[in-house]
């Protein structure tokens, strides 16, 4: 099967998602779980949340290709990536607006990074659209933290419903080339 026609199917419904390519909607879910849990305060809620965070990241990592891993030397990856949304997260809770916004754009910097990285271990790698992707992911995400804060549950979920579909197409993008 290819790999356009296994992400066609996956996006519809229509196939089983290979657990490497389930990591976007579970990290989705993990960031979610997370600030739910920061908001209600429960230390082992907010402990075990902040733990899936890491070891979500972490398995990305593991999981790129070898060329990937290689190229990485002293940039920001997903494990990065997951922290500095925890941190923002906090941040946000704390309703510190001047930290929330210095680690947003901490957040685009790593992704511009790993669609470089990524770029250099492939050649053809589309940098800009998966830098592209992960900025509106980010911006959804922001717009997700906002609302759920704010107790605005119609504008969370409808926040939430389009970072849902942003992370569509992060998995799509990376099942192709990943």
């Known amino acids: 099967m290819s790999r356009e026609y296994y992400v066609t199917r996956v996006v ?14 579970r990290h989705s879910q993990a960031m979610t779980r997370y600030l739910k849990a920061a908001k209600a305060g429960g230390a082992k809620e907010v402990r075990e949340s902040r733990d899936l965070l890491m070891v979500t990241g972490a398995e990305w990592e ?13 940039h920001g990856f997903m494990s990065d990536h997951a922290r500095l949304e925890r941190e ?24 511009v990074g790993q669609g470089l990285i990524y770029g ?11 830098v592209r992707h992960a900025k509106e992911h980010l911006d959804l995400f922001l717009g997700s933290v906002k609302w759920y804060l704010l107790g605005d549950a119609k504008a969370f979920a409808q926040s939430e419903e389009g970072r849902s579909a942003g992370t569509v197409e992060l998995f799509r993008l990376t099942a192709e080339w990943l």
């Open 88 to 111: 923002m997260i906090d941040a946000a809770v704390l309703h510190d607006r001047i930290e929330v916004e210095r680690l947003a754009r901490e957040i685009e910097r790593n992704a």
């Open 120 to 130: 250099k271990a492939h050649p053809g790698f589309p940098e800009e659209k998966f």
């Open 62 to 74: 593991s999981m790129v290709p070898p060329a990937a891993r290689k190229c990485r030397s002293g």
């Open 12 to 25: 519809h419904g229509g196939s089983e998602m290979l657990p490497k390519h389930s990591w976007w909607p």
